[in-house]
């Protein structure tokens, strides 16, 4: 069943990459967009694929959390949905940029020149948010799988299920803000972080049950939420359409209608039909997005190929990435099949009664003395430090959006960042890891830590100096000094050093603007070409340097009346003048 | 199902390149900018443009009365100038000439027929209810609000910019627009020889990003500084920059002097004289977002 599905997979992905490539290629202009919002298919994939991608940990960890017995297989099928649809989800914003190589400029770094992301824009929140819940939930999945061969690190499971279930409820209200936080009058809402959760809920507990149906056994728990949650989006898309009038009809009859024939035991008995209605939900989930990132649409959009294209990439990546990790997994970590639940029909019994809660035979225990608080507390408490460390660094950025409201989506992601990672170490789990690996991971964070380093501060457009060498500079002044007298002037070597501590991280050591400069910043500097800088004169051009232009801070003070006339000698000889 | 992992593997691999080579081919697209790079365009196209967009335009434009316009706060320090225009509907006819003129100033490309034909231009200016209608240059920008990166910001000087280079081409701002004023460069207008540089001082938008009116920010710039320079030359004659004397070049192109460009917070401005114990009004879906653009209507 699993090959059948990676072959599937694989059969979709072909031409998945092929419209991806094209997406890629052609930009924005190849896939529909709404007149309205600019957005479209990769929007609409990544809502609908970060809200599969909440289902697993979700559902794990709240059951976890909450006490709610559900079996291990089950509970790390959906943890590996989880890391896939993650994986696959963020495919999409970057796809949907106009200018892909720019995505970095949305990560909160000081850049240069001291522009900052604007720290108001719910993207911003989004990006960090999404990047904290990715890191913790494949520390959650890592940690249930070295759990199964070091018990010891079962502790800490229940404690990070504590830490995950606000997070994931977090992460999809910021990701609904990216709707509710504009102006657009189909987006707006106070209840739309609820909308999204429970959307998100409701796709995850689709997809697992799916995967349930290729696995071949059943949760019943499982299926008796999803008709739940169908009530509860209905009652959500009602309330939607009495305030705003707008319905979604193939929505609601995917996701609203189709899913009560659960209700029927002779489709809730069977294998196909347990399939068809969680591929129904999808199907119905799916067009929801679809009309709410474009609002000004009224019937089906015109979907162009490489829309369908990349409905069918994130099919086929999921299924292929999804099952061969499964198997790789399943290979690595366990010695038989049943790890990851390959049973067939004569085990489901038991599955059953694994999944029944269990007998009331523990005694009550304090919570705050339970062994699992004690294992959370000292995290937990580096975690809210790391937080108010965070608030208070915020508030003191200088030029920056970084109000309390700006920042106030990002704190409980640095805490549960911060406590999950230290909850993570705690574990013992490092002892596991061989020297040689931790050395390697060190060895990748340090050189990601330079690499990253020399990308942002950027490179000058020449060497410094070569100007000087290679043009002979000291000879020229020499010649020149023996013909005039330069008592007044300082020399054309010293201008150029000048030049290049001074102006060169602008307008470039040759004076033909520093590409760094270029890349990030508009208007750009003039270039210096001798018609400019004969039509401003000499004067003018001391103005500028003395009193600063538009972008151009003002250098008075800084250098003295001969240096700054060393500088526009300079500037002529950098613009060819012989 | 006789296959083992190696072979899977294998088939993967090879559909996945396969899939990428085809992917990376050289489509028609290409081949038809490549002939095209470097070629310009005639400026009776963008003229026949201008035409087609006219007869496309949309009728309705709702407005409703509101204040004139306060000076802006900008990290606790008032400005003193806040540049706008007012566009008079009793006077326009809605010729569509400061169209013309906009896209020649700031070099606006051309769009491909496709877009042509879904309305999707890329002209600042555009006619809505008989009058041109662009960025009004909110006081408090929505789209500036939600811009990730920060590439739309707003001057002290009351106008909403773009730094090209910063934007990254997420639309979060054109989404979050209510009269959907900013323009998206779905194309890479220069290799298709859709874009021509008629005005030297402002640069062509790559593809993938934002534009939107900008008020003619470069003749702003350029009357600044001249200021700057001559108030170096001879001190003491005026000590504030109010950029008197800069018009637009719509407001210059305008047969009927229906749209007057000014400072709002100068008294001696044009504009503000022509507004003079008039009602002004804004789209109704703008008003709340303190517009800079505002209009004027017949005998009020």
């Not at chain 1, 029944?356 to 304090?366: I, R, S, T």
């Not at chain 1, 150029?496 to 033909?512: F, Q, V």
Request: aromatic fraction near 10%; proline fraction near 5%; include cysteine.
């Amino acid at each position: 069943m699993a090959k059948l599905l990676r072959i599937l997979g694989a059969v979709l992905l072909v031409p998945g990459l092929m419209a991806l490539c094209s997406a890629l290629q052609v930009g924005p202009a190849s896939w529909f967009t709404d007149e309205k919002s600019f957005w479209g298919m990769p929007i609409c994939l990544f809502v609908f694929w970060i809200g599969l991608a909440h289902a697993g940990t979700l559902l794990s960890a709240v059951f976890l959390a909450l006490g709610v017995r559900l079996d291990r297989r089950t509970a790390l099928l959906a943890e590996l949905s989880t890391l896939c649809s993650l994986s696959l989800a963020v495919v999409f914003p970057l796809v949907h940029l106009g200018v892909i190589e720019n995505f970095y400029m949305v990560a909160p770094f000081v850049d240069s020149r001291g522009i900052f992301a604007n720290a108001g824009s719910p993207l911003v929140w989004d990006f960090c948010c999404i990047a904290v819940y990715g890191l913790l939930s494949f520390l959650f999945f890592h940690n249930h799988l070295s759990s199964r061969n070091v018990p010891a690190q079962e502790i800490i499971r229940k404690p990070f299920a504590w830490l995950l279930l606000p997070l994931v409820l977090w992460v999809h209200s910021v990701v609904s803000l990216d709707f509710a936080a504009t102006f657009v009058p189909e987006w707006q809402g106070a209840f739309f972080p609820v909308y999204f959760v429970v959307g998100a809920v409701y796709s995850g507990l689709a997809l697992v049950n799916c995967l349930l149906c290729a696995e071949g056994y059943r949760v019943r728990l499982l299926e008796k939420l999803m008709i739940f949650s169908s009530w509860f989006i209905g009652v959500i898309w009602g309330w939607d359409y009495l305030t705003k009038g707008v319905f979604f009809t193939w929505a609601f009859v995917f996701a609203g209608l189709l899913p009560q024939l659960l209700w029927v035991g002779a489709v809730r008995d069977s294998r196909v039909g347990r399939l068809l209605v969680g591929l129904s939900v999808l199907l119905g989930l799916f067009l929801e997005r679809l009309y709410l990132v474009s609002p000004s649409m009224s019937e089906l959009p015109s979907l162009g190929l490489v829309d369908l294209g990349l409905v069918s990439f994130s099919a086929g990546f999921f299924l292929l990435f999804y099952f061969g990790l499964r198997r790789f997994v399943g290979c690595f970590v366990d010695e038989g099949g049943t790890f990851f639940g390959d049973v067939d029909g004569s085990e489901m019994e038991e599955d059953l009664s694994a999944t029944e809660p269990a007998e009331g035979d523990e005694k009550y225990v304090n919570p705050f003395s339970s062994r699992e608080f004690r294992t959370i507390r000292l995290p937990l408490l580096l975690g809210i430090l790391a937080m108010l460390l965070f608030t208070v660094w915020c508030l003191n950025v200088p030029d920056t959006d970084l109000t309390l409201v700006n920042m106030l989506p990002l704190t409980y992601p640095v805490l549960a960042l911060v406590a999950g990672i230290s909850l993570w170490v705690s574990s013992g789990v490092l002892r596991e890891i061989s020297r040689r690996v931790l050395l390697v991971v060190v060895m990748f964070c340090v050189l990601f830590g330079v690499l990253a380093g020399i990308f942002f501060v950027g490179y000058p457009s020449e060497e410094s100096g070569r100007q000087i060498r290679s043009l002979s500079l000291t000879e020229r002044e020499n010649n020149s000094e023996k013909e005039k007298n330069t008592e007044r002037d300082i020399g054309l070597s010293s201008s150029a050093l000048l030049w290049n501590a001074r102006c060169s991280s602008c307008h470039g050591s040759d004076g033909k603007l520093n590409e760094k400069f270029v890349r990030e910043y508009y208007p750009v500097p003039n270039t210096l070409t001798l018609s400019r800088l004969d039509s401003l004169g000499e004067d003018s051009l001391y103005q500028v340097i003395s009193r600063g232009r538009t972008n151009m801070n003002s250098y008075e003070g800084r250098l003295t009346e001969k240096e700054i006339r060393g500088l526009v000698r300079y500037m002529r000889f950098l613009a060819g003048e012989e | 199902m006789g296959m083992d992992r190696r072979d899977f593997l294998k088939t993967c691999s090879l559909l996945a390149v396969g899939g990428l080579l085809f992917g990376c081919r050289k489509n028609a697209l290409s081949e038809i900018s490549d002939g095209l790079a470097g070629r310009i365009p005639d400026e009776r196209l963008f003229e026949e443009e201008v035409r087609l967009a006219l007869s496309m335009s949309r009728k309705e434009l709702d407005l409703v009365a509101v204040p004139m316009p306060k000076a802006l706060e900008t990290k606790g320090e008032k400005s003193p100038n806040r540049f706008g225009m007012v566009i008079d509907m009793a006077a326009c006819n809605g010729c569509g000439k400061c169209i013309l003129a906009c896209n020649r100033e700031n070099n606006v490309p051309l769009v491909t027929e496709e877009d042509a034909a879904r309305g999707r231009f890329m002209h600042w200016i555009e006619i809505r209810g008989g009058a041109p209608f662009m960025c009004a240059h909110c006081g408090s920008a929505p789209c500036e609000k939600v811009c990730p990166t920060g590439a739309a910001s707003h001057t002290p000087d009351g106008l909403s910019t773009m730094m090209y280079k910063r934007c990254t081409g997420s639309r979060f701002c054109g989404a979050n627009c209510p009269m959907q004023a900013r323009k998206f460069n779905f194309n890479d207008a220069k290799s298709l020889g859709l874009s021509r540089q008629f005005n030297k001082e402002v640069p062509l938008r790559s593809k993938g990003v934002m534009e939107k009116c900008s008020l003619c920010l470069h003749r702003l710039q350029d009357d600044r500084l001249r200021f700057k320079t001559e108030s170096a030359v001879a001190p003491g004659a005026s000590a504030e920059w109010r950029g008197r004397g800069v018009k637009t070049a719509c407001m210059e192109a305008c047969p009927r002097k229906a749209i007057v460009f000014g400072n709002w917070l100068d008294g001696e401005s044009p504009l503000v004289k022509a507004v003079s114990g008039r009602t002004l009004y804004a789209p109704r879906s703008l008003a709340p977002f303190d517009p800079s653009v505002l209009f004027l209507m017949e005998g009020r």
